[in-house]
């Protein structure tokens, strides 16, 4: 239980502190009337402060200033204990007898404001009936009635009146929306009383169709509100940024910040010319800009006021960039191949480009593009087809060439490309198609395409290439075309050769090859052309070259082969193909040529 002692200590007898003493009592009484929480365990102790006991020589202390003391002790006592500083709280005044006077402070802020109101303004005009008018602009509401004599203010905890608040403004609104809901639902059923049953029958059915119709729009428009997106692991994607959709300038920027310096027309047009909109429910929304961004710089790039392209059919247009002109893409949006060839395109391939992450097909042939391949094509990680033929491209390839891991086809023909290959080709492991023929690369080649295990065509003539052809050639086994004319290829030709079962044809012509024919050639049963012509190979010609069956070109012309001709195979007299057969042994060292000419072969101008 709690309890309050009064604590005096050794008051001396005088009438200021006999006022003590009954302010102490009043404060006590006071204290178990109305802040006595009896679910409490607690003592409170109320006591005179000792300055503010008159000293044992009697000297005489002033009343007021007692008063005012003990008025300030007990209304701290109170703050403290209470919490008093709320303002529904009474304040605490001691009266110069002991008596303590309570009065809200929200009722002592109205008395002051009417004191202000009265003192600043005129007295309404009372009416006819000598009371002020209710619709005066000083109308001043009356005071509550006075608390009756003997009456005990209670005064409550602001937590329980606040809760108590709370409630009764809550059972209110549920009793309006009771009543509410009843009066609706009155009213829904005097006017269903009065209708027949066909006309139920027509409101049900055209709501069962208004149902549907709304389900129908929903499915095709997303719903109405956009689901969330999800990411291929299926959890929901991040939040959308401010101005995704819209493309803002704040947006547009932060997905293009690694891509410096930004193509001026080509933001231009995006920011404030192209009204195009990604599909709200995209989860790549940032990737469809940024695509979109780099065919317009590619655009941009390559055309002046004189110099258009000869089709760019909805380039620059509102359109998705799917309805270009060579352009494709995946059911995502992004693109998957871009074919612009023999289009008339003027300039240079556009840094940008790199940014087509997911492109497979990159094919630029036949146009006018010149410099260098940018290093940025390293990013084109999808990347498996590149055809750049016959352009005007020069300078050497980018380091970057070996990222594209995934390529299966180069296409470098008829550009001025020079240099050796990059230390990095060897990493093109999926790489089946090289064709970098007439160009001015340089350097060896044998490291490069030992490693390349996929190859099935290799063209690489009319170029510089220097050095021996690698006895790892013939770990090449997918090999079926290998033409490596017109280069500086010295040495020997590897007897490896002969294990590539699947090789049809071998053009070696005007290089600087010595060394013999390999003598064990019977095994490309599969070969149609072979041509050495044009080299310092020596020696007799291998007797082996009769099993091959399919042979229908053969020229081994301008060499320094000697001894008698060997049976060659029957199927170099065949007319059934579609350039005829050839053979050509001129230029040679033979003596015995009785062969070749039973089988029509150039056999004319031998060396002596």
Excluded at 532 to 560: A, C, D, M
Aim: hydrophobic share 35%; aromatic share 8%.
């Amino acid at each position: 239980m709690s309890q309050i002692t009064e604590s005096c200590g050794p008051i001396p007898e005088n009438e200021s502190n006999n006022i003590l003493k009954r302010s102490l009592k009043a404060a006590s009484k006071y204290f178990k009337q109305n802040f006595l929480d009896t679910r409490r365990s607690e003592t409170i102790t109320l006591s005179i402060p000792a300055e503010l006991l008159e000293s044992g020589n009697n000297m005489p202390i002033d009343t007021v200033e007692l008063t005012r003391q003990c008025e300030l002790y007990v209304k701290k006592k109170l703050e403290k204990s209470f919490r008093m500083s709320s303002p529904d709280v009474v304040e605490v005044a001691v009266d110069d007898d002991g008596s303590i006077k309570e009065e809200s402070r929200r009722d002592r802020k109205k008395k002051l404001r009417r004191n202000d109101t009265a003192s600043s303004t005129p007295t309404s005009s009372p009416d006819r009936s000598g009371h002020k008018s209710k619709n005066s602009a000083h109308y001043e509401k009356p005071d509550p009635p006075a608390q009756k004599k003997g009456e005990q203010q209670v005064v409550r905890d602001p937590f329980f009146q606040a809760r108590d608040r709370c409630i009764q403004n809550f059972n209110d609104l549920a009793t309006r929306g009771i009543q509410a809901f009843d009066d609706l639902a009155s009213r829904c059923y005097q006017i269903f009383q009065g209708l027949t049953r066909r006309q139920l029958m027509y409101i049900a059915a055209g709501l069962v169709l208004f149902i549907i119709i709304i389900i129908v729009i929903g499915v095709t428009t997303g719903g109405g509100s956009p689901t969330v997106p999800t990411t291929g692991s299926g959890s929901p994607a991040a939040s959308p940024i401010p101005g995704q959709y819209s493309g803002s300038e704040e947006f547009l920027r932060g997905v293009l910040f690694d891509m410096e310096p930004i193509q001026k027309d080509a933001f231009h047009w995006l920011l404030n010319i192209d009204s195009w909109k990604p599909a709200r429910d995209a989860t790549n929304i940032e990737q469809l800009w940024i695509e979109r961004y780099v065919l317009a710089a590619f655009y941009f790039s390559t055309i002046t006021s004189e110099i258009k392209w000869k089709n760019e059919q909805n380039w620059i247009s509102d359109k998705p960039v799917c309805r270009w002109f060579g352009v494709k893409c995946y059911a995502s949006g992004e693109v998957a191949d871009l074919t612009l060839s023999h289009n008339e395109i003027v300039g240079r391939i556009s840094t940008e480009l790199g940014k087509l992450k997911s492109l497979k097909r990159l094919k630029l042939d036949s146009n006018e593009f010149e410099k260098g391949i940018p290093s940025e094509i390293g990013g084109l990680v999808e990347l498996e087809h590149l055809d750049l033929y016959f352009n005007m491209l020069s300078g050497t390839l980018p380091n970057e060439i070996g990222m594209l891991s995934k390529l299966t086809g180069l296409y470098l023909r008829g550009n001025q490309l020079s240099g050796q290959l990059p230390d990095t080709f060897g990493a093109l492991t999926s790489l089946t198609a090289l064709q970098i023929s007439e160009n001015k690369f340089r350097g060896p080649i044998g490291s490069h395409l030992a490693s390349l295990r996929n190859l099935v065509t290799v063209v690489i003539d009319k170029n510089r290439f220097s050095g021996s052809l690698p006895y790892g050639l013939g770990k090449l086994t997918k090999l079926k075309w290998l033409r490596i004319e017109e280069n500086e290829i010295t040495g020997s030709i590897p007897i490896s050769i002969g294990y590539l079962t699947a090789l049809q044809t071998v053009i070696l012509g005007n290089n600087m090859i010595t060394g013999t024919l390999p003598r064990d050639l019977s095994g490309l049963t599969k070969l149609h052309q072979l041509d050495v012509r044009w080299n310092k190979i020596e020696g007799t010609i291998p007797p082996g070259l009769k099993r091959l069956s399919n042979l229908w070109h053969l020229n081994l012309s301008t060499n320094k082969f000697d001894g008698i001709v060997p049976e060659l195979p029957a199927s170099l007299t065949k007319q059934d193909y579609k350039n005829g057969p050839f053979c050509s042994l001129a230029g040679n060292y033979l003596a015995d040529i009785q062969n070749g000419d039973l089988l029509g072969c150039k056999i004319n101008g031998q060396r002596s």
